[in-house]
């Protein structure tokens, strides 16, 4: 599995969490968890185009 592979699965599980709870403080923090895997995925495919 490579890198941008396992953030994809991070992001998919954080998002998925995020539903089927109802803390607020917790939904922020799987959101603000799940912006920062997808700001690192998008980072990632830009410099390795292969990977995506």
């Given at each position: 599995m490579t890198?941008?592979?396992d953030l994809e699965d991070q992001i998919e599980r954080?998002?998925?969490l995020?539903?089927?709870i109802g803390d607020m403080?917790?939904?922020e923090r799987l959101?603000?968890?799940a912006a920062a895997c997808r700001h690192?995925?998008?980072r990632?495919?830009?410099h390795h185009p292969r990977a995506a």
């Open positions: 890198r941008l592979q954080a998002e998925r995020e539903r089927s403080l917790t939904i959101r603000q968890f690192e995925a998008e990632l495919s830009h």
